[in-house]
């Protein structure tokens, strides 16, 4: 059984699905929280677990930063898998994490997205380019101080020379898929995404690769936490490497750890 939810009301912006099978043909159940833009990919990856294992998996989605603080005030998870190390290294630091399993599971690009209808390419080297394609209108992005998409976000901007011209004009959501849906709906012009949600979205279109070389590598971490069923973690983190998820997460846009 696979049920993936959000984690109380104290995260907010969780992407989240709920499967539900009887409970009396499943093993021990594993909880993961993962970063939210991981959702479609380890959806997948989480099903055939579940059907090879015997083991039930629920899954937590939201902001890599909520995550880790849910975990820090005592939530149940077996798993941690982050958007960038820092998260990590915090609960690592903590003793919230079993060290020996930690590991990078996946990477990611940054990309610039637009409305489906409106996906003229756009220069991102190029100084104005970004102000003139907003027309004064605000750009989505994660929370630029706490969610690595935003984060990473933030950084590209600065070192692509278009953050001072922004002004602020932030359109801020508690998570990367948050700051999809915005400009899927058509809310915001532009957006800064992980080039995996903008596939998992056809509403949106790139419309410029942000260049790796403007911001700090792209990576999840992966580890079981101190407090959880660690022999169960064990098991699914070591499945996590095989050729199998490491294909659904290549599908869905993700790089192989390294990459």
Known sequence: MISSIGWSKAIKGAVCACFVMPVTLWADTLTVFAASSLKTALDEVAVAFAETSNHSVTISYAGSSALARQIQLGAPADVFISANVGWMDTLEADGLIEVSTRYDLVGNRLVMIAPVDSAAPLDVTQAGALTERLQGKPIAMALIQAVPAGIYGKEALQHLGHWQGLNGNIAQMDNV???????????????????????????????????????????????????????????FLKFLKTPAPQAIFAAQGFLMAGN
């Open 177 to 235: 898929r948050a700051a999809l849906a915005l400009v899927s709906a058509g809310e915001t012009p532009l957006g800064i995404v992980y080039a995996s949600d903008a596939l998992a979205d056809k509403n949106v279109a790139v419309v410029a690769d942000i260049p790796t070389s403007s911001h700090a590598p792209i990576v999840y971490p992966a580890a079981g936490t101190s407090g959880g069923n660690i022999s169960l973690s064990n098991v």
